[in-house]
């Protein structure tokens, strides 16, 4: 069944959609930052609502979509031009807008999904504190490294692909999903080489001194090596990750983390 896209409803078929039997909506979160030179600055929004629309679309029950909550936590790409970033409080403020709309509208099954890393914290925060509170069940798809990570780290592997163990900003992974999903948007990426190192206490250096202490073009991860064949391959998994996540946590308990 396909997702349907808040923006894109008449007020009276949403209110028609709401009431099915099983109905899940679902909140996307991404970024607005410094992907180097061959990424749009909206790369991780674009991730989230593919995420959601290619998941929802597997699906037997309706999936209303909410608006993609572009702007995340990108304090660390601050330094290049483009990023956008707001505080943690204010895009806790707008995740719990849009939950307590579904829960004004009767929507009782709620998933957060990011395609952005540094929003994973906070959305599983958020679960923990709103889950079982209005008659609601909300649910994270909230652990960074097995949900995009390891999809990715696995087709790479599968394609003879040699990635990075710091590859998770602008490199393969994320070109290649950017090549797949909405490739007329990127640019030169063949002669682009960033962080490679991985040195011990890299990730502590990107995220409490940012992207620019490890590659003077932000990119942590190498994206020479990026394909469309491994994004697709990549998302193929990222999805099927999804769905079956997406057909199972409503009847098990919200993790701890």
């Not at 099983?22 to 992907?35: C, D, N, Q, S």
């Not at 993609?68 to 970033?85: E, K, N, Q, W, Y």
Request: overall charge negative.
């Amino acid at each position: 069944m396909p997702g349907y896209r808040l923006g894109e409803l008449s007020s009276t078929r949403f209110g028609e959609l709401r009431r099915e039997p099983g109905t899940i909506g679902i909140v996307p979160l991404g970024a607005v930052e410094a992907h180097a030179s061959h990424l749009p600055l909206e790369t991780d929004a674009l991730l989230a609502t593919h995420m959601a629309q290619a998941g929802a679309a597997r699906l037997d029950a309706p999936v209303l979509i909410a608006p993609t909550i572009a702007v995340g936590l990108s304090d660390r790409h601050l330094a290049f031009p483009g990023t956008i970033t707001v505080p943690l409080d204010v895009l806790r403020a707008q995740v719990d807008a849009a939950i307590d709309a579904f829960a004004r509208w009767g929507v009782e099954r709620l998933a957060l999904i990011s395609g952005h890393g540094a929003n994973y914290g906070l959305i599983r925060e958020i679960a923990i504190d709103r889950d079982r509170r209005e008659g609601l069940t909300v649910r994270a798809f909230g652990d960074f490294e097995r949900r995009l990570m390891e999809p990715g780290l696995r087709a790479a592997r599968e394609l003879g692909i040699e990635v990075p163990a710091c590859e998770v900003h602008g490199g393969a992974l994320e070109t290649s999903l950017a090549l797949h999903l909405f490739g007329g948007l990127v640019g030169d990426y063949e002669d682009v080489h960033g962080y490679v190192a991985a040195e011990p206490g890299w990730q502590r250096v990107l995220a409490e001194e940012g992207s620019h202490r490890l590659s003077p073009i932000g990119i942590v991860g190498d994206p020479a090596k990026a394909s469309p064949e491994l994004g697709a391959r990549a998302f193929g998994y990222v999805i099927d990750g999804l769905v079956e996540w997406l057909s199972s946590c409503f009847d098990e308990p919200e993790p701890a983390w």
